[in-house]
């Protein structure tokens, strides 16, 4: 399996970018071709030492890294990754990678 982990950083306006990412990005996202998965963060997001810079973070799950790159290559991944720019007035960080159980 692979993940593509999006961290939004804490927006300007934190109720709006909930209000959009829910009931705009989310449905958008959920049609990318070959998801598997898709879980976001409940509540704050912490570091051991108290709250991070993250206000949300994303996990999509997909059968492999090439899938990814597949998804985000059709007109629905295209959708979804533009529509981030609209919402998440912090910035986001993406990070891409296979998994293994250990």
């Known amino acids: 399996m ?3 982990m999006v961290m939004y950083k804490t927006p300007k306006d934190t109720a709006a970018f909930d209000k959009h990412y829910y ?3 989310v449905p958008l996202a959920r049609k990318i071709p070959g998801l598997r998965r898709y879980e976001v963060s409940n509540g704050p997001v912490e570091t051991p030492a108290g709250r991070s810079a ?3 973070i994303a996990i ?3 059968d492999s890294v090439a899938a990814v790159q597949a998804a985000f290559g059709s007109a ?3 959708v979804a990754a533009t529509d981030v720019q609209k919402f998440a007035t912090g910035g986001a960080d993406m990070i891409l990678f296979d998994t293994r159980e250990v």
């Open 23 to 25: 009931e705009m990005h």
């Open 60 to 62: 999509l799950t997909f």
């Open 54 to 56: 993250f206000h949300l």
């Open 2 to 4: 692979a993940q593509l």
């Open 76 to 78: 629905e991944g295209k």
